[in-house]
């Protein structure tokens, strides 16, 4: 007796839990794919504005103009312009009242890049913990509905006085498919998960290095103009 074993026709005549597993499964996988790719082009989209933010600074423009460019860019900047944005507007803020202490200013200064670089790593990881939890999770709902889908079949076969290989095969076959579902929804999410965790690291070190580097810049500038609270904002990069 031929019997129909493509993935269609044993979910079609698949017990109610099973079908459910795998829907849900399904879901799930077009989920943790639609995450992947908004993630994949977001990291993408982030690397080429920092890396277009950092040569425009190395480049020859003045911190006041970076930092009106900034100011009108808002929307449109990327992790590294928005820190540098921050930093400097804070440190122009001290200066308007008039604090002329370089330390103060200094520190003033990067605690706001900081605080910057934390909500950017925190917009950078979003959605990944989504791809974490669906890469470790998917393959024991898949299982569970295995068990479910081989239990209702060994129930069913126990009403029977003869039992072949073609009455088992269909059963068993219709609950390993949840298994196989569960796994196809959990291997590109964990992928996508150790891919981007690893290219939000490097965005983070990059982060922290250019808050280093304008940093140290304030510094030398506090440290050549003591009594006027350094001219950091419209200091020339020849002075970088």
């Given at each position: 007796m031929n019997q129909d074993l493509s993935i269609i026709n044993l979910l079609l005549h698949a017990s109610f839990v099973v079908q459910l597993v795998v829907l849900l499964l399904v879901i799930v996988s077009i989920a943790s794919w639609a995450a992947i790719i908004r993630k994949y082009f977001a990291l993408r989209r982030m690397r080429?504005?920092?890396?277009?933010?950092?040569?425009?600074?190395?480049?020859?423009?003045?911190?006041?103009?970076?930092?009106?460019?900034?100011a009108q860019n808002a929307k449109f900047a990327g992790p590294m312009e928005r820190i540098?944005?921050?930093?400097?507007?804070?440190?122009?803020?001290?200066?308007?009242?008039?604090?002329?202490?370089?330390?103060?200013?200094?520190?003033?200064?990067?605690?706001?890049?900081?605080?910057?670089?934390?909500r950017e790593l925190d917009a950078a990881e979003q959605n990944l913990s989504f791809l974490a939890t669906?890469?470790?999770?998917?393959?024991?709902?898949g299982l569970f509905g295995t068990v479910w889908g081989?239990?209702?079949?060994?129930?069913?076969?126990?009403?029977?006085?003869?039992?072949?290989?073609?009455?088992?095969?269909?059963?068993?076959?219709?609950?390993l498919v949840a298994t196989a579902i569960g796994l196809f929804a959990a291997i590109p999410a964990v992928v996508g998960y150790n891919r981007f965790a690893r290219e939000i690291d490097?965005?983070?070190?990059?982060?922290?290095?250019?808050?280093?580097?304008?940093?140290?810049?304030?510094?030398?500038?506090?440290?050549?103009?003591?009594?006027?609270?350094?001219?950091?904002s419209s200091v020339a990069p020849a002075n970088r």
């Open positions: 080429a504005l920092n890396d277009d933010f950092e040569r425009e600074f190395w480049s020859g423009t003045s911190l006041n103009e970076l930092f009106a460019s900034a540098f944005a921050s930093g400097m507007r804070e440190y122009q803020k001290l200066r308007e009242r008039h604090v002329t202490d370089a330390p103060t200013l200094l520190d003033g200064a990067r605690r706001a890049m900081r605080a910057s670089f934390q669906v890469g470790s999770v998917s393959p024991y709902v081989i239990m209702h079949a060994f129930t069913g076969l126990a009403a029977l006085a003869q039992v072949t290989l073609a009455t088992v095969a269909p059963g068993i076959a219709e609950a490097k965005i983070a070190i990059a982060l922290e290095t250019y808050i280093e580097e304008f940093s140290n810049i304030l510094q030398r500038n506090l440290s050549a103009n003591p009594t006027a609270g350094g001219a950091a």
